[in-house]
């Protein structure tokens, strides 16, 4: 019922930006927690950075003032801008969020599909 979209994922060279996208959309009261996470070939998925409803961010100590988590103008959709990107962050970008469906129900999380940042050195 409830799906996640991710967009924006491509090839870069090093010490270049990209802007991932994430759109949220079916039976959604709430997000109440955004996020972003990767898995790189032959690694586990780790989290890139989140931020909750009430605006506190968490990032990855490899990614502190590279990447900035942020709500979308449009509801239910938020971005992740990265900048100065290095080989190393080439992996899948999975945008995952704990969605509230009902009012006073417990959220419930979720993910994305999944897209392809890669960084040439």
């Known amino acids: 019922q409830v799906q996640l979209v991710e967009s924006g994922g491509g090839l870069v060279q090093a010490g270049g930006s990209l802007r991932l996208s994430c759109a949220a959309s079916?039976?959604?009261?709430?997000?109440?927690?955004m996020g972003w996470y990767r898995q790189a070939p032959g690694k586990q998925r780790e989290l890139v950075a989140t931020?909750?409803?009430?605006?506190?961010?968490t990032y990855a100590d490899s990614v502190k003032g590279r990447f900035t988590i942020s709500n979308g103008g449009t509801r239910n959709t938020w971005y992740l801008q990265m900048l100065s990107l290095k080989p190393e962050d080439t992996a899948v970008y999975y945008c995952?969020?704990?969605?509230?469906?009902?009012?006073?129900?417990?959220?419930?999380?979720?993910w994305g599909q999944g897209t392809q940042v890669t960084v040439s050195s």
């Open positions: 079916g039976r959604i009261f709430s997000i109440r927690v």
């Open positions: 931020l909750t409803r009430s605006g506190t961010t």
């Open positions: 995952n969020a704990d969605i509230q469906v009902i009012p006073g129900t417990s959220p419930y999380n979720d």
